[in-house]
Structure formats: structure tokens, C-alpha cells
T-cell receptor, first 114, second 115 residues
Framework: KAGVTQTPRYLIKTRGQQVTLSCSPI?????VSWYQQTPGQGLQFLFE???????NKGNFPGRFSGRQFSNSRSEMNVSTLELGDSALYLC?????????????FGPGTRLLVL | AQSVTQLGSHVSVSEGALVLLRCNYS??????LFWYVQYPNQGLQLLLK??????LVKGINGFEAEFKKSETSFHLTKPSAHMSDAAEYFC?????????????FGTGTKLQVIP
């Protein structure tokens, strides 16, 4: 069974540009969530999508957006990049059945903004 | 507002000793609580999740955590540490806030296992 795939794995952009990151969840998982990890701010929750709808979101500015497609693949977009957006962006896919939840993370996309 | 406090950014234990990683949370509504592990240069992995079904939660790799509402704690334990347990551990709380479920992570605890 294939794991969570994130592309690209590494990315270098300059300030003011925009970037799109992709996440392919585990087959059968309909929930995808995104997280940002930086040395200074630690782990922060960005948003969660389920069946193409944003269900939950964190406290990030509107420059951070996402979407989910009918095949559950998700994309995250960051517009007008700032130096502080340099981070490891993690995607996770989840399968929830009652109280049980299995969640698997991808390897992340490391974004460097120059 | 919700928050998570992990006491001790670094914890060292001897191989075979008890592992105890502390997590205290605050939440104005009943929360879901999580422990995650991140091995060096790897992604995150969900260790266990508390959902109110049972206060003692068993996770993978022999870890367990107990939810104590009166102490607002969700400490992670393992009876006997293995070298392979060396990693960074994150506690997280997920609760409803402003119409959404928000997830807040602790700052992490790096576990060192001494042979």
C-alpha cells in the first residue's frame, strides 16, 4: 500500500513569488491536513480538507490556501511568499471510523524562500 | 483558546528505564489529545489519540498515555526505553474553536536514550 506522497520534496523560491505544493493521500483516505514546521514556531496546523471541503483551519493569513480534488489529492498554495514562509510543510491523510483514527504523514516539502 | 505545555525540551533516560514525557493542556471545551513522534530526518507519526472513549490510551511501540482531567494532563509513558525510541515527541490538542476544530502542538520533547 503506497504511503502519503508529497511533491516536490524541495523547493527554492524568492520573496513575492507564489508556490503550490501537492499531497496524494493513501488510497481510501478522504481527509487531508496540512502543517507547517519551523525551528522558531514549531509545528502549526494549517487546514484540513474532507471530501473536497475545508473542514478546519488554523490561524494562518489568507495567503495560505488549499483545495482538495475529487480523488482526495490536495494542493496547498502560498501567495506572495515571505522569508518567514521557509519551512517544512507536512501533509497527512486520515481515515476516521467512529473513535478510531489512523493518520499517516508524508515526508514533507521543504520550502526555502530567498 | 487552547494551549499545550510540554515540560522539558530534552529528556534523557537509560536503556530499559521508564520513559515519562509530560504534557499539560488547556481547553475550554472537551478536547481530543494526541502524541506524535518524529524520528531524525523523518516525518511525523501518530503514536496515540485520546477521544474520551477510555482515559488510558495504548499506542504503538509500547507507548501509552493517561488522560487526567483534574490535572489537565496527558503524559506519555513507556515501561522500558529502547535505543530506537530516541526521537522528538509532540503532544497536541484538537478542540472546537470559532466553528472549526483547531489543532495546537506543544513545543516538543527530544528523548535521548543512553545505552
Amino acid at each position: 500500500k503506497a504511503g502519503v506522497t508529497q511533491t516536490p520534496r524541495y523547493l527554492i523560491k524568492t520573496r513575492g513569488q507564489q508556490v503550490t505544493l501537492s499531497c496524494s493521500p493513501i488510497s481510501g483516505h478522504r481527509s487531508v491536513s496540512w502543517y507547517q514546521q519551523t525551528p522558531g514556531q514549531g509545528l502549526q496546523f494549517l487546514f484540513e480538507y474532507f471530501s473536497e471541503t475545508q473542514r478546519n483551519k488554523g490561524n494562518f493569513p489568507g495567503r495560505f490556501s488549499g483545495r482538495q480534488f475529487s480523488n482526495s489529492r490536495s494542493e496547498m498554495n502560498v501567495s506572495t511568499l515571505e522569508l518567514g514562509d521557509s519551512a517544512l510543510y507536512l501533509c497527512a491523510s486520515s481515515l476516521k471510523t467512529g473513535y478510531q483514527e489512523t493518520q499517516y504523514f508524508g515526508p514533507g516539502t521543504r520550502l526555502l524562500v530567498l | 483558546a487552547q494551549s499545550v505545555t510540554q515540560l522539558g525540551s530534552h529528556v534523557s533516560v537509560s536503556e530499559g528505564a521508564l520513559v515519562l514525557l509530560r504534557c499539560n493542556y488547556s481547553s475550554s471545551v472537551p478536547p481530543y489529545l494526541f502524541w506524535y513522534v518524529q524520528y531524525p530526518n523523518q516525518g511525523l507519526q501518530l503514536l496515540l489519540k485520546y477521544t474520551s472513549a477510555a482515559t488510558l490510551v495504548k499506542g504503538i511501540n509500547g507507548f501509552e498515555a493517561e488522560f487526567k482531567k483534574s490535572e489537565t494532563s496527558f503524559h506519555l509513558t513507556k515501561p522500558s526505553a529502547h535505543m530506537s525510541d530516541a526521537a522528538e515527541y509532540f503532544c497536541a490538542v484538537r478542540a472546537h474553536s470559532g466553528g472549526y476544530q483547531k489543532v495546537t502542538f506543544g513545543t516538543g520533547t527530544k528523548l535521548q536514550v543512553i545505552p
